[in-house]
């Protein structure tokens, strides 16, 4: 069901659409569609203008898969497979069923997509894009996939032997495992030589990318990190169980400012133009300004915000109440929107602000 109200400025609703569930993950965005799924079993592919349905593909449960999307495939999870979809058609060109649990949230890097999964411990799935053949598969981590430079950045669910391993895209060798507090809270972000990640000893974590080793830790207090890190202009921004939005510098670890909501945070922080862009359980999307923590507007969704994708002037809001909302966050340009490469999956980037990275594991 599609509702618009074309109110025009910034803070204002464009569309939103109705699903039959629950919006909890990160929507992408590539080519003037929006990939999103629902607690309503479905991926559903919306037109970024108006919001109209071009398609719908049944993957049975997917309440926390974020969409990859390269070369004319989405790749999503669903009822413990992992599923190839054509994006023009909604058609599926292959299915893969790992051993034991999947964890739905894929990665494509070149030809190949990552996935995790669990059976008497984590798995990491190296398949081929085209096929959904394994190519290797490495014991110990799975969860949250992210690729960079070679290397696939998975989390360990139980913190067992190592929260965050670092594992070569090609062999699937082990570089290196770093174990922290606990169990991996997030997903991964890596920026430049450093990946940033949450764990569920409350704290936010910064390691050298190469080496695994630790250059500072940041203690958010009693509730660990719920979103994967943003990072713009030397702030790392990430979002926490109990409410706040915290910003966070990237080289010394200490904090900038802190912003109170009425909710818990799972949705990624999108930052645009100085501006960082948050939901919170208690309803509403957030625009702060990025270098201060000062409110500069917000939006009342019908229900919760769990997730969020800001692309060309406008924010995708995946809300409990069952709808994607599309919300003017700025101008919008007629800029092209580039093709989507291999390169282009769901991984490190992929849905920060763009749509691309994942929730918190």
């Known amino acids: 069901m599609r509702d618009?109200?074309?109110?025009?400025?910034?803070?204002?609703?464009?569309?939103?659409?109705e699903t039959g569930g629950k919006i909890r993950t990160t929507p992408v965005v590539r080519r003037g569609v929006v990939y999103v799924g629902s607690d309503d079993g479905h991926l559903h592919?919306?037109?970024?203008?108006?919001?109209?349905?071009?398609?719908?593909?049944?993957?049975?449960?997917?309440?926390?898969?974020?969409?990859?999307?390269?070369?004319?495939?989405?790749?999503?999870?669903?009822?413990?497979r992992l599923y190839a979809v054509d994006v023009a058609t909604g058609t599926q060109q292959w299915a893969f069923t790992p051993d034991g649990k999947l964890y739905p949230t894929p990665a494509v890097v070149g030809d190949t997509v990552f996935v995790g999964g669990y059976?008497?411990?984590?798995?990491?799935?190296?398949?081929?894009?085209?096929?959904?053949?394994?190519?290797?598969?490495?014991?110990?981590?799975?969860?949250?996939?992210?690729?960079?430079?070679?290397?696939?950045?998975?989390?360990?669910?139980?913190?067992?032997?190592?929260?965050?391993?670092?594992?070569?895209?090609?062999?699937?060798?082990?570089?290196?495992?770093?174990g922290g507090g606990s169990a991996v809270g997030t997903a991964p972000t890596v920026a430049e030589d450093t990946i940033y990640v949450g764990y569920r000893d409350d704290c936010l974590y910064a390691l050298d990318a190469a080496t695994g080793v630790e250059r500072w830790r940041f203690d958010g207090g009693r509730y660990h990190p719920?979103?994967?890190?943003?990072?713009?202009?030397?702030?790392?921004?990430?979002?926490?169980?109990?409410?706040y939005l915290y910003a966070v510098d990237a080289t010394s670890g200490d904090r900038s400012w802190r912003y109170a909501t009425g909710g818990a945070i799972s949705s990624v922080p999108a930052v645009r133009?100085?501006?960082?862009?948050?939901?919170?359980?208690?309803?509403?999307?957030?625009?702060l300004d990025a270098a201060r923590g000062t409110e500069q507007w917000r939006f009342e969704a019908g229900g919760g915000v769990w997730s969020l994708a800001?692309?060309?002037?406008?924010?995708?809001?995946?809300?409990?109440?069952?709808?994607l909302y599309a919300v003017t966050v700025a101008e919008r340009t007629d800029a092209a929107r580039p093709a989507p490469t291999r390169s282009e999956g769901d991984g490190a980037d992929s849905t920060d602000a763009s749509g691309e990275r994942r929730d918190g594991a």
Do not use: Q
Request: hydrophobic share 35%.
């Open 310 to 323: 800001v692309v060309d002037g406008t924010a995708y809001v995946g809300s409990h109440d069952n709808h």
């Open 45 to 80: 592919a919306l037109d970024v203008d108006s919001g109209a349905e071009r398609w719908r593909f049944e993957a049975g449960s997917m309440s926390s898969s974020v969409p990859a999307v390269a070369d004319g495939t989405v790749y999503l999870g669903g009822d413990a």
């Open 226 to 243: 719920r979103s994967a890190p943003a990072v713009a202009e030397g702030t790392v921004y990430v979002g926490c169980k109990d409410g």
């Open 119 to 178: 059976d008497d411990g984590a798995i990491l799935y190296a398949l081929d894009a085209g096929s959904g053949s394994e190519r290797w598969r490495f014991e110990g981590a799975g969860v949250s996939p992210t690729v960079a430079d070679g290397t696939v950045y998975a989390g360990n669910p139980t913190g067992d032997d190592g929260g965050l391993y670092a594992v070569d895209i090609d062999t699937g060798m082990e570089r290196w495992r770093f």
């Open 4 to 17: 618009e109200r074309r109110d025009g400025g910034v803070g204002a609703e464009r569309w939103r659409v």
């Open 273 to 287: 133009d100085g501006t960082v862009y948050v939901g919170s359980y208690d309803g509403h999307l957030y625009a």
